[in-house]
């Protein structure tokens, strides 16, 4: 039968001060290099194996996948034409578009989306999304069959997911470790040159075959019409001078400027805001394993919970740009509870902390709470914490890294207790993508807890939404009951845009393709 794609879960998601900047057809303009500013360098262009807003605003230019998602974040066909599923819910069947190319010429056939499929379930950060597929297969040169062992109803929300994407890759590629590919992929932009710490430049794919029947730009599907020559994205981390650049006219785009900065550009006649709320979920994730010291003791994690102050840690680091929020899942969401975990969020309560850690047998081993320095919000957010938490009488060192060091810091099973960090993309796209966070080998929080494995795979599975939202519910109770995580808050984000971008869409990610340089 034909595959009925789901709605996920974004809800209203995100709510825009800045109306789309929009011209006459005749007015499009050919040419030029457009420049977007962001605060960190993408630790790597290998896209499904990081869930990284600095990699994905990259590799989403470079890289398409089988299905994506649309501007309401619902499933589309993007490189599949058509998708079937049988009967029995066990076999998917894609239909490819033809035609389409790859970055080095080679013409993208079935044989490649098989290696790509077989790769990601290899390697690919959300695998195990993946771990019911019993075969890939690729019956003819444009017709690609994912067979799964049991009926999974979240599964086409798990390939389009962007979080870590799925994307297709030459098959030669797809045979190569992780972080070890040549950026090959079939979207609209090639690769140019990547500078770690400095810059990313594209150029247009001449030979880019554009998706005629999925209408206009359309979340990360649609007709992909580039108009600019080439882009940049530049990697700047302070704030002013991201904004210097931008008054100056040396960047187009900012992925985000502070609060004050904006109020000052209000009136400014060259640059618009835009205010996207919710944008990103921010956490306190706590070493839970072994080799957390201290925090593996669940007497400290739940005084730290204890602890913390959101409301304090969120208008300091915010700059007012946030809202208190104890669920997991956006208040837009279908799958929003009003009750599972308020009963610990924002307790700001250093008395019962320190009852909680007399309690534990705590003998002021250090806790070391580590930070990126290309993310202020994020520094700030950390060092609130960790004010907050000297206060509650812990021995606590802030550890600052720039946003690579601090990413492999976090995925050491010792060395850390508190990682202070936003979930952006995940928790906007559905139910499936936070919780992968406290699931699998590679869970965040360092123990692997199987009432978790068992939440999470009957969140994915169960057939009804009831069943699935009460497998979420208990999901979260664990997380919270076992303080793997403390909950801070929503944040918002302002970013900046000139005004010589023109039919310029806000985004979750800084689209270059649909614009042009007046």
């Known amino acids: 039968m034909a595959l009925r794609i789901l709605r996920a879960a974004l809800g209203a998601a995100a709510s825009l001060a800045l109306a789309v900047t929009t011209a006459p057809a005749h007015a499009q303009k050919r040419g030029g290099d457009l420049v977007i500013l962001q605060q960190s360098t993408p630790i790597t262009l290998d896209a499904i194996t990081s869930t990284e807003q600095a990699v994905r605003n990259v590799t989403m230019h470079l890289f398409e996948m089988l299905v994506t998602r649309d501007e309401g974040a619902n499933p589309i066909p993007d490189l599949a034409a058509k998708i079937d599923e049988s009967a029995d819910g066990l076999t998917y069947t894609f239909t490819l578009r033809q035609g389409v190319k790859f970055h080095n010429g080679k013409e993208m056939t079935s044989a490649d989306a098989k290696a790509s499929v077989e790769r990601y379930g290899r390697i690919g950060f959300d695998r195990a999304d993946f771990a019911k597929i019993k075969s890939v297969a690729a019956p003819d040169k444009h017709t690609l069959t994912i067979t799964l062992t049991d009926r999974v109803p979240s599964f086409i929300e798990q390939l389009s997911s962007p979080r870590a994407p799925m994307v297709i890759i030459p098959a030669e590629e797809a045979a190569k470790e992780a972080n070890k590919i040549a950026p090959i992929g079939t979207g609209p932009f090639q690769l140019v040159d990547y500078v770690p710490d400095s810059h990313v430049k594209m150029k247009r794919f001449e030979d880019y075959k554009a998706n005629e029947g999925a209408g206009e730009r359309n979340g990360f599907s649609g007709r992909k019409v580039v108009h600019v020559d080439t882009v940049t994205f530049r990697i700047v981390p302070e704030a002013n001078a991201r904004v210097a650049a931008m008054e100056t006219r040396v960047g187009h785009f900012s992925e985000s400027v502070p609060n004050q900065t904006a109020k000052r550009l209000k009136d400014s006649k060259d640059i618009q805001i835009v205010t996207l709320m919710p944008w990103s979920m921010a956490f306190a994730i706590i070493n839970s394993g072994p080799g957390g010291g201290a925090t593996a003791k669940l007497g400290v994690r739940r005084a730290i919970q204890a602890a913390i102050d959101a409301e304090e840690v969120m208008t300091v680091s915010t700059d007012g740009v946030y809202r208190l929020d104890h669920a997991f899942n956006y208040p837009e969401s279908q799958y929003f509870s009003a009750d599972v975990g308020k009963a610990v969020y924002n307790q700001a309560s250093p008395a019962k902390a320190k009852q909680l850690l007399a309690e534990a047998g705590y003998a002021r081993e250090e806790i070391v709470i580590i930070t990126t320095s290309q993310i202020a919000l994020v520094k700030a957010q950390a060092e609130v914490t ?40 995940a928790p906007s796209i559905g139910p499936y993508g936070l919780p992968n966070f406290w699931t699998g080998p590679k869970n965040w929080q360092k123990l692997l807890d199987p009432a978790l494995e068992t939440a999470f795979d009957e969140l994915k599975s169960k057939p009804t939404l009831a069943e699935r939202k009460a497998a979420a519910d208990r999901f979260y109770a664990r997380v919270t009951d076992q303080a793997y995580a403390v909950k801070l808050g929503d944040n918002g984000l302002l970013q900046a845009v000139r005004n010589e971008v023109k039919n310029f869409k806000p985004y979750r990610v800084p689209r270059a393709w649909g614009v042009w340089l007046e």
């Open 386 to 425: 960790a004010e907050q938490l000297k206060a509650a009488g812990m021995n606590v060192r802030v550890a600052v890294f720039d946003t690579p060091g601090y990413i492999a810091r976090a995925g050491q099973p010792e060395g850390w207790n508190i990682y202070i960090g936003e979930f952006g993309l």
